[in-house]
């Protein structure tokens, strides 16, 4: 994961960001005192294996903890409606992901709302998905596990961080493409999922290939797929989706980091936020949510 933020960088993202923010006054000193980072997922998956680094590097340039808060659950829902409720001061951020974008299609109720509860900071990165299974559980190659799944529909089960989240959906769409059925079972986290698959409790999952990497080089699980038309440079012998017959398996994770900020609360952030002159208007960088264009901290060195 080669992503490495100056303190200008980090501290010019942020005061953009928080300029924005009604009644809120960023002093050149920021930060004075830790800064809570909420992870909606628990310890050990994609969401927070990018998000550890990311506070060591933030310490590191700026002399302040970013204290890690894993409030993992319904996909990634819960942390993020503890996450919107937190002040408008600036200290408290939130690591969200893919699945985020996707919750309102999936949860009639959900105790945020990505546009007017948040600001985005950075895109933080990006990766593929790959199909990862139990070594033990699972033989053979991707041909020798389609074989199986088509001769006993139902009967090999696949683990994700639960409804709603790209593991889930990545699963469901290669079950559409290849016309087979294999058993969700949703997990309140990647970190969870990845430890079952890894015990044999679970036979298969679609993960992040950031989470997945290290158990894959240790023998733990084995990759079987990775989604895409190419094959990944740290992988260059697992088989890509689109040579083993499947050009239109192209499933990428990423995770992007903001700052609460309640937007729709306030006619005054309203105004500023559509204002030419805010600086969410005149940043550069990768096209962010609803047209809005925000910084790449860059993609994973994966």
Not at 66 to 93: E, F, M, S, W
Not at 106 to 114: E, G, H, V
Not at 154 to 176: M, V
Request: aromatic letters at 8%; one cysteine or more; charged letters at 15%.
């Amino acid at each position: 994961m080669n992503f490495q933020p100056t303190r200008r960088q980090w501290l010019g993202w942020t005061a953009a960001a928080l300029a924005g923010m009604p009644g809120f006054a960023l002093a050149q000193s920021w930060p004075t005192k830790a800064v809570n980072l909420i992870v909606p997922f628990p310890a050990g998956g994609g969401t927070d294996a990018f998000a550890r680094p990311l506070g060591a590097q933030f310490t590191r340039l700026t002399g302040k903890s970013l204290v890690i808060d894993n409030r993992g659950g319904a996909g990634g829902t819960l942390g993020a409606g503890i996450a919107a409720k937190a002040p408008n001061d600036g200290y408290t951020l939130f690591m969200g992901g893919v699945h985020h974008s996707i919750a309102p299609s999936m949860y009639p109720r959900l105790d945020y709302d990505l546009e007017k509860d948040f600001v985005p900071l950075i895109l933080v990165a990006s990766v593929p998905q790959v199909l990862v299974v139990n070594p033990k559980r699972v033989t053979g190659n991707f041909q020798d596990f389609l074989r199986q799944v088509k001769a006993q529909p139902g009967k090999i089960n696949y683990a994700s961080a639960g409804g709603g989240t790209s593991h889930h959906l990545a699963g469901e769409l290669f079950k559409q493409q290849t016309k087979t059925f294999i058993t969700h079972i949703p997990y309140r986290g990647a970190g969870p999922a990845l430890n079952d698959l890894i015990a044999g409790n679970v036979d298969v999952m679609f993960d992040g290939l950031g989470s997945s990497a290290g158990h894959i080089k240790g023998g733990r699980i084995k990759a079987l797929m990775v989604a895409g038309a190419k094959r990944n440079p740290a992988f260059p012998d697992v088989p890509c989706a689109a040579e083993l017959g499947l050009p239109d398996y192209n499933v990428t994770t990423l995770w992007h980091l903001g700052a609460a900020w309640h937007a729709g609360r306030c006619a005054e952030g309203r105004h500023r936020r559509h204002s030419p002159s805010h600086p969410d208007r005149r940043s550069q960088g990768g096209l962010g949510r609803a047209g809005r264009r925000v910084p790449r901290l860059g993609r994973a060195g994966l």
